[in-house]
Nanobody, 128 residues
């Protein structure tokens, strides 16, 4: 059974930072593209960033470029999302997901339907 477990959410002030972690098996990290999505209240899931350990390729949504960094920690079997200069519009439930990337790593797989496995999510709130 594939498990993705997120941690690291919480409350941050605008301009602050948080680091999210997604724990997954070595098999998943090696063979799947891992994504972070977020969902604000009343909205659909939005792809934030993806990473492929096969090639090291990363992608970011325009709204987070220059502020968020996705990286894999092979020692801990995690995919981390470092979020800096947080804004209130970053508020939402953040989900980790794994998908097979059928068109290769050069594509930004931003559709939730591209992903097979999902974590339970972790809440991020950015507010004064």
């Amino acid at each position: 059974q594939v498990q993705l477990v997120e941690s690291g959410g919480g409350l941050a002030q605008p301009g602050g930072s948080l680091k999210l972690s997604c724990v997954a098996s070595e098999f998943i990290l090696h063979y799947y593209t891992i994504a972070w999505f977020r969902q604000a209240p009343g909205k659909g899931r939005e792809a934030v960033s993806t990473i492929s350990s096969r090639s090291g390729t990363t992608h970011y949504a325009d709204s987070v470029k220059g502020r968020f960094t996705i990286a894999e920690d092979n020692a801990l079997n995690t995919v981390d999302l470092q979020m800096n200069n947080l804004k209130p519009e970053d508020t939402g439930v953040y989900y980790c997901a794994a998908g097979s990337a059928p068109l290769g790593d050069g594509v930004f797989y931003s559709d939730p339907d591209d992903y097979t496995y999902w974590g339970q999510g972790t809440q991020v709130t950015v507010s004064l």
